[in-house]
């Protein structure tokens, strides 16, 4: 199986660094998703694996070869665009056979070969009609089918779902997961910008910014334990809350100041804080799962009062922004309550799910329950290359 390893991986475009001292390993036969906002760095970084794009600076490596400067060709990958990019006067038996051929591969091999792919991915039916005649399913199937003819060592998909429909990518991730989970030599690097993707497909996720690696974990892992406010709002739906609030750390145990609530988390944040924080301002971040409305017999004191701006259902859930004096926060309602646009309701949130970041640097100040040693790639100093 094949692993890869981008090393102080930097690309500029007329000077300006769009990808920024890249490090990642991604280990063989691992499902890995590249994930951020547009123009985070994260087609251009998959773009440079594939020889499409060279460094500016730093190292590429396949399976401990150093292919930087290795043509496309010889890197033994394959593609998928989010443009089928398929050719409309061949059938999908002449579009998936195209690469074998120009590669002047064995004949003898090629007809079985077809058919394992279009089995494998359903489209055997399929294989005497053009792409006109097929559904947007399809013709992604096609776009797969061609990229694994090949039997790569790494495959590599940039946004191959964006042009689905929603309940189409549904079933199209599902259908990626199988695959993956078939093809076990294979190492897989896929870009999104889509989070729930992200999180349902990826073995690990890597979370992009500005061109910056932000974060590598799993995705649960992501989701309980992010390194910065910007992770912690983007991974997760609806986004966490951030409101500002007050440390107080005193022999007595943690305290945090937040929305007019005192709240006591000596007994879910002790041993966690990392070295060196002390009382002073901070960002507290709540997702709106942990945000609801207080029991009957909740304290006084730990009620929030708010008020109803936007009520959402989405079928399962009810979410509503609330305005928390002036501070507007996302709490999830339960199902039945149907509340009325500026009705009063008093909240309050998990003291166990709360997190705490820097209130100047907007990092995370907790480790890991596990112990892991925790290692932000967003405090690394990158030192910026020069650009001959």
């Keep these: 199986m094949t692993g890869i390893r981008f090393e102080n991986v930097w690309k500029f475009f007329e000077g300006s660094a769009v990808v920024t001292d890249l490090n990642l390993d991604v280990h063989a036969g691992e499902f890995i998703v590249l994930v951020g906002p547009s123009g985070c760095g994260k087609t251009t970084s998959l773009r440079m694996l594939a020889g499409l794009e060279r460094p500016s600076h730093g190292r590429i490596f396949i399976e401990d070869r150093d292919v930087t400067d290795v043509p496309t060709g010889q890197r033994d ?121 992200a999180l349902t497909m990826g073995d690990r996720v890597a979370v992009m910014k500005d061109g910056v690696l932000l974060q590598v974990d799993t995705a649960n892992d992501l989701f309980e334990y992010p390194d ?37 988390l000596t007994d879910y944040v002790a041993g966690r804080l990392i070295d060196g924080v002390s009382s002073g301002p901070v960002l507290v971040g709540v997702r709106p799962h942990d945000l609801f409305p207080a029991s009957g017999g909740a304290d006084e004191s730990d009620r929030i009062p708010a008020r109803v701006d936007i009520s959402e259902h989405t079928g399962t859930e009810v979410f509503a922004t609330m305005d928390v004096g002036e501070t507007k926060a996302v709490a999830r ?45 967003a405090q690394t100093t990158q030192v910026r290359p020069e650009v001959k």
Excluded at 166 to 186: F, G, S
Excluded at 231 to 254: A, R
Excluded at 340 to 361: K, P, Y
């Design 77 to 197: 990958i394959s593609m998928v665009f989010q443009s089928y990019a398929l050719y409309p006067n061949m059938n999908v038996y002449k579009n998936l056979a195209f690469g074998p051929r120009v590669r002047k591969e064995p004949k003898s091999t090629l007809q079985t070969r077809i058919n394992d792919v279009a089995d494998l991915l359903q489209i055997r039916h399929l294989l005497n009609r053009t792409p006109s005649a097929l559904s947007g399913g399809q013709r992604q199937r096609v776009a797969l089918g061609r990229a694994l003819i090949r039997e790569p060592r790494v495959f590599l998909m940039d946004e191959p779902l964006s042009n689905l429909d929603a309940a189409l990518r549904v079933q199209m991730r599902a259908e990626l997961i199988r695959l993956h989970h078939r093809l076990k030599e294979t190492t897989t690097v896929y870009v999104t910008h889509d989070q729930v993707e």
């Design 228 to 264: 910065s406010v910007f992770v912690g709002e983007f991974i997760g739906s609806p986004k966490m809350n951030v409101f500002e609030g007050t440390l107080m750390i005193t022999g007595d145990g943690v305290v945090v100041d937040v929305l007019g609530v005192r709240a006591d």
């Design 333 to 377: 309602l339960p199902r039945a309550l149907k509340p009325e646009l500026g009705e009063r309701i008093d909240l309050a949130f998990s003291r166990h799910a709360v997190h705490l970041f820097d209130a100047s640097t907007k990092l995370s100040l907790l480790g890991r329950i596990r112990g892991r040693e925790r290692v932000s790639v």
